[in-house]
């Protein structure tokens, strides 16, 4: 018999919380990271993936849960089966509205994903507003240090913080850091002092 959703979410709670804290939470403890009702509603799912032989639990232990070997078989089952492409249904206007239409298309994210050399960093700050990378984005770099000037990178400076910018080499010798933000001020440091530890490949927004 298949998961329910809310089976499936307890499920992924019960796998997250062990993750985190190396043992199983308890009745009261589930119940107030699921926002269930009561602990009556907490024992009904345990029963019921248990029945279905996702749990095993021992009686009178307020944290006896097990989590079996199927959910995590399944669990990586599922994410082996997933495919890293998406339906391109078209284009869409920003401006003037434009026709839609159908397509076969699809946008690949193997790309990107299937590259050792493609990691994943959140931007923190507002330093490169104008070039529509904001602060929570997700920024897709690719491991590299052979770049060009104009190039959006990570640049390690001095061996101590690290920072996304546009990087330009100077004539004097001096690296320019720049931002994509008018209200502030390039960063000139010594070629010597800048690692460039990747360059941007993509952008990613999450809005929910």
């Known amino acids: 018999m298949p998961l329910t959703p809310r089976q499936k979410e307890l499920l992924d709670f019960l796998a997250g919380f062990n993750h985190r804290n190396g043992y199983c939470p308890s009745y009261e403890e589930i119940a ?10 907490v024992h009904k799912h345990i029963t019921g993936l248990e029945a279905k032989g996702y749990l095993r639990r021992s009686f009178n232990h307020s944290r006896s849960l097990e989590i079996a070997p199927r959910y995590f078989e399944e669990t990586r089952a599922s994410r ?9 249904e078209g284009r869409i206007a920003a401006g003037a509205p434009v026709e839609s239409f159908p397509s076969k298309e699809t946008v690949a994210f193997t790309d990107f994903a299937a590259d050792k050399d493609t990691y994943a960093l959140q931007v923190r700050g507002d330093s490169m507003i104008e070039d ?5 984005d997700f920024v897709l770099i690719e491991r590299t240090s ?14 101590a913080e690290s920072t996304l910018k546009r990087l330009y080499r100077e004539a004097d010798g001096n690296v320019r850091l720049q931002p994509a933000n008018s209200s502030m001020n390039p960063i ?16 990613l927004r999450k809005y929910r």
Not at 32 to 41: D, H, I, K, R
Request: aromatic residues 0%; hydrophobic residues 50%.
């Open 132 to 136: 529509h990378i904001c602060d929570g």
């Open 188 to 203: 000139l440091v010594l070629a010597s002092d800048v690692q460039v530890q990747g360059r941007l490949l993509a952008v």
């Open 146 to 159: 052979q770049v060009r000037d104009g190039d959006v990178v990570v640049a390690l400076v001095r061996g």
């Open 32 to 41: 107030e990271g699921m926002n269930l009702a009561s602990l009556a509603t």
């Open 80 to 88: 082996e089966r997933r495919p890293l492409e998406i339906p391109l």
